[in-house]
């Protein structure tokens, strides 16, 4: 049985290591679907957008509608010569699950671009 869940809104901040706003990062929204019906879950979850930027204080919200199970999010922003990643964060969104998540996002210290 394919079940959906309620839409969960989730809010954040992408931050440098010491706790600055990164603005204009991506945040991305994803799953690995298991277990029966994993390929229907795939198939209607890459069907939506999860992508949004964070503003100039480093604040995003996104939405993790439609399919409850185990997410993950990830950030980055790529600036003229160098780049900053996040490290994946896990979460689940359970069927009854209703109440606003809060997640911030750390990303790494500039990484330069190799040429």
Known sequence: MLRLSEPVKITGKALTKTGKPVAGAWIRLWNRPTGPNRLIKQLCFEQQMYQVTS?????????????????????????????????????????????????????????????
């Not at 100039?56 to 993950?72: H, P, Q, S």
């Not at 922003?77 to 009854?96: A, G, I, L, Q």
Request: glycine share 8%; charged share 30%; proline share 7%.
């Open 55 to 115: 503003d100039a204080n480093g604040a995003f919200t996104i939405w993790a509608a439609g399919i409850e199970g185990g997410f993950k999010l990830r950030s980055g922003k790529r600036m003229e010569k160098s780049y900053r990643m996040s490290d994946e964060v896990p979460f689940e969104v359970e069927p009854t699950h209703h109440e606003a998540l809060e997640i911030d996002i750390e990303l790494s210290d500039p990484i330069p671009i190799a040429k």
